[in-house]
T-cell receptor, first 112, second 114 residues
């Protein structure tokens, strides 16, 4: 079983919808949680990171971490066609992102 | 400021050959990590270098190796290539590799082994 499991998708939503992307994990040592966005033929781009449990908001994006349930989520409000990409969750037991364990990614398509 | 630069962008090699990939981190960044991305296995951590020393290593065979130079540029080498080594190889750099550091990825080198 993988240490990080991500809802596989793909996900297709209409423009303006609220999107929920989710990952579960099994390693209790994970403390540093990240979400990356990857466009086709590009490297992953860090969207948000959270240390330990809690919520973090940045514009239309909200990241939630529930360490008791070993569950993290990324919410995208008012989704736009430009949000169409693959979203990857990543986690690390350290406070640096140098060695991270990634989910397999969820491909999101936002239709105009 | 320039981002992470990986060269070459695309590479085709034959089974049994070896290959060297290069990564130039963002200026001032001292930590460089390498990942392999494939459709079946996703993004998997290969190794991390910090100040010319390998600090972390993933679960890859010894055919995969790397090094980091004094200017923080890093190379990874794969010897005796196998078909299964075909993948996108990504490099990420971060400032210190310590607390609260953001990792920036390059665009990757797409390696095809035939």
């Amino acid at each position: 079983q993988k240490e990080v499991e991500q809802d596989p998708g793909p996900l297709s939503v209409p423009e303006g919808a609220i999107v929920s992307l989710n990952c579960t994990y099994s390693n209790s040592a994970f403390q540093y949680f990240m979400w990356y966005r990857q466009y086709s033929r590009k490297g992953p781009e860090l969207l948000m990171y959270t240390y330990s449990s809690g919520n973090k908001e940045d514009g239309r994006f909200t990241a939630q971490v529930d360490k008791s349930s070993k569950y993290i989520s990324l919410f995208i409000r008012d989704s736009q066609p430009s949000d169409s990409a693959t979203y990857l969750c990543a986690m690390s037991p350290y406070t640096n992102a140098g060695k991270s364990t990634f989910g397999d990614g969820t491909t999101l398509t936002v239709k105009p | 400021k320039a981002g992470v630069t990986q060269t070459p962008r695309y590479l085709i090699k034959t089974r049994g050959q070896q290959v060297t990939l290069s990564c130039s981190p963002i200026s001032g960044h001292r930590s460089v990590s390498w990942y392999q991305q494939t459709p079946g296995q996703g993004l998997q951590f290969l190794f991390e270098y910090f100040s010319e020393t390998q600090r972390n290593k993933g679960n890859f065979p010894g055919r995969f190796s790397g090094r980091q130079f004094s200017n923080s540029r890093s190379e990874m080498n794969v010897s005796t290539l196998e078909l299964g080594d075909s993948a996108l190889y990504l490099c990420a750099s971060s400032l210190l590799g310590g607390e609260n550091t953001e990792a920036f990825f390059g665009q990757g080198t797409r390696l095809t082994v035939v």
